[in-house]
């Protein structure tokens, strides 16, 4: 158990049993019910905890590369009207896929409200490295100069703010991708997680 955690997560033979002793008992013993399950996931939590060690003091540099404009047009999309696709009139083509409920009504805000400009639903390929993995907001809005303070702001959308629990590994990114947009951001940049237009406008005029 020890060697296989050990290589699963990079940590020493010594390192991992000093994490396993400190396991209450009745969790230990759920090794004997399902070894391999038990070694997965405690592998996972200590690789989780890893990243968040490293996370705490993550930072980003600025380089001079930049992202072609062809992650707009490579990607060759598919979807189906009502059931993940919708007619759009400010984002950058005239339909737009979305991926829950909450993003078609955040998108339908969107065309609504005199302040934006244009606004694009980024491809899988705009992405922020983190060490738990790849990260990828969700919008790039670009509002008229003289409506609001920002010009352009990437957003991520998530359910009920007042409700939601994250799951750990996707908090990570989220911390990960604040940090990103410190670096980079200007008075016209800006990244915060929303649920609605309302609070994407609240911050905002901040």
Request: a negative charge.
């Amino acid at each position: 158990m020890i060697g296989k955690i050990g290589a699963e997560t990079g940590l020493t033979r010594s390192a991992v049993g000093s994490i396993l002793r400190g396991i209450q008992k009745f969790t230990f013993e759920q090794f004997h019910r399902n070894p391999e399950e038990f070694i997965i996931k405690a592998s996972n939590l200590i690789d989780e905890q890893k990243a968040t060690v490293i996370i705490e003091h993550i930072t980003y540099n600025k380089l001079d590369e930049a992202y072609s404009t062809k992650i707009f047009t490579e990607p060759t999309l598919k979807g189906r009207l009502v059931v993940n696709a919708m007619q759009a009139e400010k984002h950058l083509y005239d339909h737009i896929l979305y991926d829950s409920k909450n993003e078609k009504e955040f998108a339908t805000e969107l065309d609504k409200y005199s302040e934006v400009a244009v606004y694009v639903k980024l491809p899988s390929g705009f992405y922020i490295n983190t060490p738990v993995g790849k990260y990828n907001p969700d919008w790039a809005i670009a509002f008229h100069e003289d409506k609001v303070k920002h010009i352009y702001f990437v957003a991520e959308t998530k359910g009920d703010l007042s409700s939601m629990q994250l799951r750990k590994v996707e908090e990570l990114k989220i911390h990960c991708a604040r940090e990103h947009f410190k670096k980079i951001s200007s008075e016209t940049v800006k990244y915060e997680v929303v649920d609605s237009y309302d609070v994407l406008l609240s911050e905002i005029m901040k």
